[in-house]
């Protein structure tokens, strides 16, 4: 049993509920303004997605809202990087669209239309300059979008070693400890209630990730929420073909610390809704039909659902025709790749929602209940600035950017949504 799960405060300043990026890099920042902060986690530190994602922390391709705020977190990176003691593998090595005609080229114009505005230094290559990044670069790729300041981490290290720095400065993060209730006293937060007993606070942070809209639905507030299978794999050591991270139109795969590369299929994904989850197919229909062929329905493996101790941890398994869909295309779109074995292999689930782009948000129908969620695959990068962002708001402190974007109320207010980058 880890010491940390008897570890509750009877009274704290901040609840958060999630121990991933998401609520690891707000009571980061809280901590840091000298609040007192307990994270609760049903499972273990990082246990779900944050640790699982294919590390990739990018601007490029992001929404025009988002961009930003993750131009800022790369920022928070460095500094969260020279601040551990542990090397996360945080490197601005680039981010790599490769493209094999002009059609797959001009998917990134609309992108291409805005980034500029905010001093992004994303180019267009052509073949030439394309053959200068990439070492035995394939045929097949004849031009890419290059971002040359993206940045790359380690998922398995990263949020554990903030984790670890965050007790030695006297957060409380509690493991497997599930949040069973948040009370209410005249709309206000009072108290939560946990496995292990109750906990005193005036301020809760929903960062749960897939559960969130769980967590969301028994304050009585509605969140459309789907979980979306994806698979990773990682290879041994391998040539340094690209030290950032590339994608394609099969594949994707970015540099390790090890030496070795983490290799995705990049137009594979599995929807696994449960029963909870089947109320929210409608406002999903849009992103599933923008993304046909590429999301693919599954029946449920793992439970999902308001019962947070049925799953502590959601450690989905990778099928072998999954894997081997990975490696042969992995083959087939770099050849380098050939002699190199895939040597692990593990699935996630992210925290999808209709538009693709995260709540960053007070629910106003209750003081003292904020929420961090929903980032849709995209959240390792972009998590840090989020943080800040979350710590900030819960202070009342300002915040420097527009985030009418990420409000809850565009789920229930008769809003069109815009579809965001997809998953």
């Known amino acids: 049993m880890n010491s940390d799960r008897l570890d509750l405060p009877a009274a704290t300043d901040v609840v958060i509920i999630g121990a ?53 977190s790369l920022r928070r990176w460095q500094e969260i990087a020279s601040e551990l003691d542990t090397d996360i593998g945080f490197r601005r ?5 490769l493209c ?29 300059q394309l053959e200068a990044l990439v070492i035995d ?4 790729w004849r031009s890419a979008l290059y971002t040359p300041d993206d940045g790359r981490a380690e998922p398995a290290l990263a949020v554990p070693a903030m984790a670890q720095a965050l007790r030695a400065r006297g957060v409380h993060i509690v493991e497997n400890c599930a949040v069973e209730k948040i009370v209410m006293q005249n709309r206000k937060v009072s108290a939560v209630i946990t496995e292990h007993g109750e906990l005193k606070t005036s301020a809760v ?98 439970q999902v659902d308001s019962n947070y101790t049925r799953q502590r941890i959601l450690n989905p398994v990778p099928t072998a025709k999954t894997v081997a869909r990975i490696k042969s295309r992995l083959i087939d779109r770099v050849p380098a790749f050939r002699d190199v074995e895939l040597v692990e292999s593990w699935s ?33 990068g972009i998590g840090p600035a989020a943080g800040k962002i979350m710590a900030n708001l819960i202070q009342n402190k300002t915040v420097a950017y527009d985030l ?18 997809s998953i």
């Open 20 to 72: 991933g990026i998401a609520g690891i890099s707000a009571a980061w920042f809280l901590i840091k303004s000298g609040l007192r902060v307990c994270v609760c986690e049903k499972g273990i530190v990082a246990g779900e997605q944050s640790s699982r994602n294919w590390g990739w922390c990018r601007q490029q391709g992001r929404d025009k809202a988002e961009l930003p705020i993750v131009m800022e």
């Open 100 to 128: 094999e005609n002009d059609t797959e080229m001009a998917k990134h114009d609309r992108f291409m239309s805005f980034a500029p505005d905010y001093g992004l230094e994303t180019r267009r290559l052509n073949r030439e």
């Open 205 to 302: 942070l929903v960062a749960a990730g897939a559960w969130s809209t769980f967590v969301l639905r028994d304050c009585g507030i509605r969140l459309p929420q789907l979980t979306v299978k994806a698979s990773v794999a990682r290879t041994s050591k391998a040539p340094p073909i690209f030290n950032g991270n590339a994608s394609g139109s099969q594949v994707s795969f970015r540099r390790r610390l090890d030496g070795g590369y983490t290799v995705a299929s990049s137009d594979y994904l599995e929807i696994f809704p449960s029963f909870d989850h089947l109320r929210f197919l409608v406002d999903f229909l849009p992103l599933v039909k923008s993304s046909l062929g590429k999301l693919k329905l599954r029946i449920p493996e793992l």
């Open 348 to 380: 996630g689930m992210i925290d999808a929602l209709p538009d693709v782009v995260p709540v960053l948000d007070k629910a106003d129908a209750l003081d003292g209940l904020w929420i961090s969620t929903g980032f849709s695959g995209h959240g390792f």
């Open 137 to 140: 670069c394939p045929q097949r």
């Open 93 to 97: 090595e680039g981010s790599l669209y």
């Open 404 to 421: 009418g974007r990420f409000r809850l109320a565009r789920f229930s207010d008769g809003s069109k949504l815009e579809l965001g980058p």
